[in-house]
Each structure stands twice: as structure tokens, then as C-alpha cells.
């Protein structure tokens, strides 16, 4: 059965970022429960996604112990601290904690519950230490690229959780342990940024969640309100971050796979031919069109690249458009080859599962001494 969407009312730009939010939603992989078929990326995701589900599970813990005054403890209320929305001291913290376990949460303010929730992100979500996770998620699976393109066969899951445990945990530390070239620095570099703006925005937008919860349950207390029905503060707590976890992961496994196929890209010689693979049950029409296309690496800088045939750092689609057609003015017109995605280094969309393997051809990485890193870790343990 077909759809018909009436546009015409919609002012160009409004119209654009509509089809362009339709074939985007067609495109994206919803199921982030679905392993990935690398050892390498598969481990990666499930360890970052259980060190966030740590943070996570203890968040919203602390949040309803601390509004079902589980904390309370009688005694003289001190002044209430001044500031909101800031970060604090350790000293400042422990003078917001005391407040708060003295006062019943019966008798707080609507500021005090924002600064309770306030404190518990600053408590057991802090920014360094969400930066730290990202970086040594975003380290560890770029240099697994680096890592396939020093194998001449696909890892085993044994090999993986060798390797994982013997990767650096930064990119001072990579740079340090490992002769990387000044493509795989800069690659390092933009990963661990990337995800450290993602984990810190995943924190901010909790943050506002959990506000807005938190809000919402204490003007129905304050008011006299009745609850609504099946919503309840641990109900919704509970709904929000189930969301929060599948967030959580979605960065997880965009990142890390991500991560991983540039890795690999920018540990390969020029010339060396790399085929597109994604087949798994859940890839989308987009991806699938280009399941077994050969590509050949070339040098960022190569003057006339041809985009069809040819792979490099850098090549991505971010400001590329998944529609097919633009509006310009009350028409729908063709986009041009340069306005729509095409083949990516790294992944086509979020939650995307594609993957880069050599062909038979194929050259080594020109690492020897990685090379000679990895058959070392080899030897120690059994495969």
C-alpha cells in the first residue's frame, strides 16, 4: 500500500528536511540487540555498552533514593547552597549533599529538586570520566582497524580478547606505544573526539531528561496532583532509561564500528583493494546496494579521485543527503551524484554493521613492526 504525503504547503526548506528525515528513518538499522560480526567490534561494543549501563544503573538509583527520601536524615537544615546548574567542588558537592539529607523531601523546593538532580549527574556521571570512557573506546577500535590490516586472515574471538587487552587505553599512549603514520594519528585524534562530543551531549540530554521528570513529580506533590495512572516516578524513571541504555549503545556500536573501518582504511598501502560487506539480516536497501563493491585506497590528497572506484580517509557522508529529490521551488527535482551518500570509509548511517575486508589480492599493512606487535601476542597465548 502506498503513502501519499501532501508537501506543497511546506516551505522548501521544511519540505527538504522532511524527505530528507523519511529516508533516514528507512535506512537506519533499529536493532542494536543484533552481534555484530566482528570479534573485534563485537567485544568492543559490549564492554563499552556495560561500563555505560554501570554509570547508568546508578544514576537512576540514586535518583529515586533521593526523592523517596531514602537519604533523609534529621537534623538542622544549613543554608542553601547558592548556584544552580554549574559545576561544583568537591567541597561545594558535599555542602549541596548535606543539605539535601537534611531537608525531608517533603519540604524541598523545586530548585532543590533540580540541585538533587544536579548532583547525582555531577556525582556518578561526571564529564571526565565519560571522556575517558569515550577515548578509550574510540582508541582501542580505531587501532583494531589498524589491526586487520596487519592480519592476513579474520581474527578469532580468542585473538580479539588478547589483542583488546594489550591495546592502549589513549591516544597518547597509542601514539607513544606505536610508529603511526600521520593519517593514523589524525584519525585517532578525530574518533576520540567525536565520541567524547557524543557521550558529553548523551549526558547533557539526560540531564534534561531526568529534569523534566523530576520536575514534573514534584509539582504533582507540591499541587496535591494524583499520580498519573501507571506512571508512577520509578515507572518513569525506569521507561527513560531503558531509553537512555539503547542510547547509550547506539553510540557504542556506530562509533566503534565506525572506528574500525577508517582504522583500517588508514593502515593500508595506497593501491590496495578492499571489498564492501554488508551482509547481515538487518541492513538496510541502501546498504545492500552496495554489499561487494571493490574499491581501491588511494591518499587523501590525491588530486581527481574517483569516488566510485576508489576509498580514502576522510571520505564520508556527512553533509550528503539519503533522499533522492530536493524541492526547488513547487517542484521535486533529482539531486546530483555530489548531494547523496555514497561509499563511505567508515559507515554508511548510525547503527550501521558494514565492514571492510582485503581482497585476495590484496596488499599487508605497511606496518612491519605492528605486524611483528600482533604475532607476539599470538605466541602467548593459545588461538
Not at 549541596?96 to 555531577?122: G, K, N
Not at 585473538?159 to 599512549?173: E, F, G, H, R
Not at 547523496?340 to 596488499?363: D, S
Request: with cysteine.
Amino acid at each position: 500500500m502506498g503513502l501519499f504525503l501532501d508537501l506543497i504547503n511546506l516551505s522548501e526548506r521544511a519540505t527538504n528536511a522532511g524527505l530528507e528525515y523519511i529516508y533516514k528513518s528507512v535506512h537506519d538499522h533499529d536493532d542494536g540487540d543484533t552481534p555484530h560480526e566482528s570479534p573485534f567490534v563485537r567485544r568492543l561494543i559490549e564492554l563499552f555498552h556495560q561500563r555505560g549501563l554501570a554509570y547508568l544503573d546508578v544514576v537512576q538509583a540514586e535518583l529515586l533514593k533521593w526523592s523517596t527520601g531514602k537519604y533523609h536524615k534529621a537534623g538542622e537544615v544549613p543554608p542553601p547552597p547558592p548556584g544552580m546548574m554549574q559545576r561544583w567542588t568537591p567541597a561545594e558537592a558535599d555542602l549541596v549533599r548535606i543539605y539535601l539529607r537534611a531537608l525531608p523531601p517533603s519540604e524541598w523546593t523545586l530548585q532543590d529538586h533540580m540541585m538533587m538532580v544536579d548532583y547525582v549527574f555531577q556525582r556518578y556521571l561526571p564529564s571526565d570520566a565519560l571522556v575517558a570512557e569515550s577515548e578509550w573506546m574510540a582508541t582501542r577500535s580505531t587501532l583494531m582497524g589498524k589491526v586487520q590490516a596487519n592480519l592476513d586472515k579474520p581474527p578469532s574471538f580468542s585473538q580479539a580478547d588478547v589483542i583488546l587487552a594489550a591495546l592502549p587505553n589513549t591516544v597518547a599512549s597509542a601514539v607513544e606505544q606505536f610508529a603511526l603514520s600521520r593519517i593514523e594519528r589524525s584519525v585517532l585524534d578525530i574518533a576520540a573526539t567525536k565520541a567524547a562530543e557524543y557521550v558529553t551531549n548523551f549526558s547533557d540530554d539526560a540531564r534534561r531528561q531526568m529534569r523534566g521528570i523530576i520536575r514534573r513529580h514534584a509539582e504533582r506533590q507540591m499541587l496535591k496532583v494524583k499520580g498519573i495512572p501507571g506512571r508512577a516516578l520509578q515507572t518513569e524513571l525506569a521507561d527513560a532509561f531503558a531509553t537512555l541504555n539503547r542510547d547509550w549503545r547506539r553510540i557504542a556500536v556506530t562509533e566503534a564500528g565506525n572506528n574500525a573501518l577508517v582504522g583500517l582504511i588508514a593502515g593500508l598501502k595506497p593501491g590496495t583493494k578492499v571489498k564492501r560487506v554488508e551482509q547481515y539480516a538487518s541492513a538496510c536497501i541502501h546498504c545492500r546496494r552496495i554489499d561487494g563493491r571493490v574499491m581501491t585506497v588511494v591518499p587523501p590528497d590525491k588530486p581527481n579521485k574517483d569516488p566510485d572506484t576508489e576509498i580514502w580517509v576522510g571520505k564520508d557522508n556527512y553533509g550528503r543527503s539519503s533522499a533522492p529529490r530536493k524541492r526547488v521551488g513547487d517542484q521535486l527535482v533529482p539531486r546530483s551524484p555530489e548531494e547523496l551518500w555514497w561509499v563511505p570509509a567508515g559507515l554508511m548511517h548510525p547503527n550501521c554493521r558494514g565492514r571492510w575486508v582485503q581482497v585476495l589480492e590484496a596488499a599487508a599493512g605497511d606496518d612491519p613492526e605492528f605486524a611483528a606487535w600482533l604475532q607476539e601476542l599470538f605466541s602467548k597465548k593459545p588461538n
